[in-house]
């Protein structure tokens, strides 16, 4: 009997090196990858006036039930495991994580001052409901809730710092088989790409591996810094139970 695929749900903030883990899931034979199916739905439904915020609305399902059903449905190409690349604070309709009970979740989370200096360097200014974190804290106690098991979050330093390590005890978390093949990939563009990897994929797109460990802590703005400290609880509390590898 064939055993049903493993659709893996990563929640991630933005600027969260989530790109490249897209990338390294990839890279497997057996794994489709999907690219944050809910953001045009989430531009729709708020009217923010993000880069290319008219091109992803059109070209994106902006329909909250049907995107819903599409990431339960069918598994691009057949493949045995579907990851899917999603981000907490696109999800401001009444679609969340609890419509996903049979997913296997996981979290992805970066250091705000980091963040918040990524996103400075692309001239966008951001708030802290535009980093998530605090509804991906909400979204790691609902999947501790769905699951009764202790839920599976990395950080993104400790990703670069040992990625063979950290990717070996994330797919052992989701109860998949480890694969060499997840610690490089091909440079350039993919299919499976959102149309907006113009204007943010433009580092990632030249990767093909992990980046090298970013050292010290970035010069941020006294309006950057405030937002970075909102959402620093948040991160602390989430950073608590981040798989370790040492």
Not at 44 to 63: E, F, L, W
Not at 70 to 94: C, F, L, N, T
Not at 117 to 125: D, F, L, N, T
Not at 131 to 152: C, F, M, N, S, V
């Amino acid at each position: 009997m064939t055993s049903p695929p493993v659709r893996i749900a990563m929640w991630s903030g933005p600027r969260n090196i989530s790109t490249a883990m897209m990338r390294s899931f990839g890279s497997r034979d057996d794994c489709a990858v999907t690219d944050e199916p809910f953001y045009g739905a989430f531009l729709q439904k708020t009217g923010s006036r993000q880069p290319m915020a008219d091109q992803i609305i059109a070209a994106m399902d902006v329909d909250w039930t049907s995107v819903a059903d599409s990431m339960r449905g069918p598994v691009p190409d057949g493949k045995a495991i579907w990851y899917q690349k999603h981000m907490p604070h696109h999800m401001v309709d009444e679609v969340s994580i609890t419509d996903f009970p049979n997913h296997r979740h996981a979290f992805l989370i970066r250091d705000p001052d980091h963040v918040v200096a990524s996103y400075a360097a692309k001239h966008v200014e951001v708030t802290p409901d535009d980093l998530g974190y605090e509804r991906q804290l909400t979204y790691i106690d609902h999947a501790a809730q769905l699951t009764g098991k202790a839920p599976i979050i990395l950080d993104s330093a400790d990703i670069v710092l040992d990625p063979e390590n950290h990717l070996k005890a994330l797919c052992a978390a989701l109860e998949i088989d480890w694969d060499p093949a997840m610690l490089s990939w091909k440079a350039g563009g993919r299919e499976t790409d959102g149309i907006w990897a113009s204007h943010w994929y433009n580092r990632v797109v030249e990767t093909t591996t992990f980046g090298e460990p970013k050292n010290g802590t970035p010069m941020l703005t006294q309006a950057q810094q405030k937002v970075a400290d909102q959402c620093r609880l948040f991160y602390n509390q989430m950073s608590e139970h981040r798989i370790k590898t040492l």
